[in-house]
């Protein structure tokens, strides 16, 4: 299935004494990640003498600490980056500096930049000195940088033409989407959403990392500004066929099958895979009376309590739903109406998800489907000797109205940590884990349903 993308191409402008960032583009590629760092590995078209040798490479904004070089033989030695083009930053460079305001009813005045935080300003003409700019700065234009700028020195073992090297930035990212539709004819679709935020490299190959990779715990960042591209540049790309996945150490990458192009401020979407048969099963939860921790008291009235929804799939390995991997992301979930209009009735999230395990989606609270759960007893007695222990008794009734043509099962959960137990219910129970216990009440269509049981917990 192919899918048409809109993309935005921009023409590369090559200066001759800085080698350009869009120089080398087809041999270019960039690994996306999910929190918006970008690994960027290109060849850049630099000659190089034997020895040791700096040159200015037009690389736009980047960590600098993160750049390397991938050609065995030659070594990056230093790195000068300065990314000033603020105001601000040029002001603190420009301290002791003459600058020109002109003022509206008399010739154009002079003052000099003692000092910053807060400003201090020095009248060129009377020696007195003001707090605050004296009025709008005028700035020689040999003193505002366009772009940032970049020296490396570099130190070779052999005369080159061109070095490959890598480094991250930061601003471009990616998230997946899912889409499952319910049903006889289910299916689940994925999608992968770029933003090129201020990326600004044409023609790339474009792998999307999913998985935590870690951070370091002191690294500087900096932020970086989208600009939009005018649309008087602006071309059509396409993306046909979907990524081709694989596993990299502890993440999953994406490999989109046609080179792009990113230009600050535009989107594109990819489909992460094929529509893909599933089938799932809704499941209703009712949540627990009881705290997780620590102790708790009588409970005076009937509470209502909201019913959750959630959808199960099961991906057995060996199936086509069972081997994909999931990247965590965003699930929006569809069923048809009685005149067949697909309705969304349901939205959630996921975690990453490794080929063959099962598929849980949150995706709100059930509409006819409704609970009230209640107290009915209480007791407590505290131990006389250490460790001086409480051990309460607690009774409750749950209450279950289903407004559906159709019968549903509610799952009615307690949760608790440390010591406690169901002594008495009217349904048999289900211990799922030392802290957990469920309890599977069916309840007929238009019907209701009642479940009570009794606890003990020591605390």
Request: with cysteine.
């Amino acid at each position: 299935m192919k899918r048409r993308i809109g993309c935005w191409l921009v023409a590369a402008l090559a200066c001759p004494s800085v080698i350009s960032a869009q120089g080398s583009a087809a041999a270019t590629s960039v690994t996306l990640f999910n929190s918006g760092r970008v690994l960027v590995r290109r060849v850049l078209p630099v000659s190089l003498p034997v020895g040791s040798s700096t040159r200015p490479l037009d690389l736009g904004d980047f960590a600098p600490g993160t750049f390397t070089t991938l050609d065995p033989g030659v070594v990056v030695t230093g790195v000068r980056f300065d990314p000033s083009t603020s105001e601000e930053a040029l002001l603190r460079r420009s301290v002791g500096r003459q600058f020109q305001f002109p003022r509206p009813s008399a010739a154009t005045a002079s003052a000099t930049l003692l000092a910053l935080d807060p400003e201090r300003w020095r009248w060129d003409s009377s020696g007195k000195v003001i707090f605050g700019r004296p009025g709008q700065l005028q700035w020689p234009a040999e003193l505002v940088p366009t772009a940032s700028s970049t020296d490396v020195t570099i130190r070779s073992d052999r005369a080159r033409q061109g070095i490959k090297v890598m480094y991250e930035t930061s601003g471009a990212a990616w998230s997946a989407t899912y889409r499952v539709f319910l049903g006889p004819q289910g299916r689940i679709e994925g999608t992968a959403l770029v933003a090129s935020g201020p990326l600004d490299l044409s023609d790339v190959e474009v792998q999307l990392l999913a998985g935590d990779v870690g951070r370091p715990a002191a690294q500087m960042q900096r932020a970086f500004a989208a600009k939009a591209a005018p649309m008087s540049e602006a071309a059509s790309s396409y993306i046909d066929g979907v990524p081709q996945e694989q596993a990299v150490g502890e993440a999953h990458v994406y490999t989109l099958p046609n080179r792009m192009s990113f230009v600050p401020g535009v989107q594109f979407m990819v489909s992460l895979f094929d529509p893909t048969p599933a089938r799932g099963e809704r499941r209703l939860v009712l949540g627990g009376g009881l705290p997780f921790y620590g102790g708790f008291g009588q409970q005076q009235d009937e509470t209502p309590v909201p019913v959750e929804v959630a959808y199960r799939f099961e991906r057995k390995a060996g199936t086509p739903f069972g081997d994909l991997v999931l990247p965590g992301g965003g699930v929006s979930v569809f069923d048809t109406d009685n005149a067949g209009r697909m309705q969304l009735i349901g939205q959630g999230s996921i975690g990453h998800t490794p080929a063959g395990k099962e598929l849980l989606i949150p995706t709100g609270t059930a509409f006819d489907v409704t609970a009230k759960r209640v107290q009915t007893a209480f007791s407590t007695a505290r131990a006389t000797v250490a460790p001086y222990s409480t051990v309460a008794m607690a009774s409750y009734r749950v209450t279950l109205q289903n407004a559906k043509d159709s019968a549903v099962v509610v799952d009615v959960r307690e949760d608790r940590g440390g010591e406690w137990s169901v002594i008495e219910s009217s349904m048999p129970s289900q211990k799922r884990s030392s802290t957990r216990v469920v309890f599977a009440v069916p309840v007929a269509a238009r019907d209701s349903a009642v479940l009570t049981y009794r606890v003990r917990v020591v605390w």
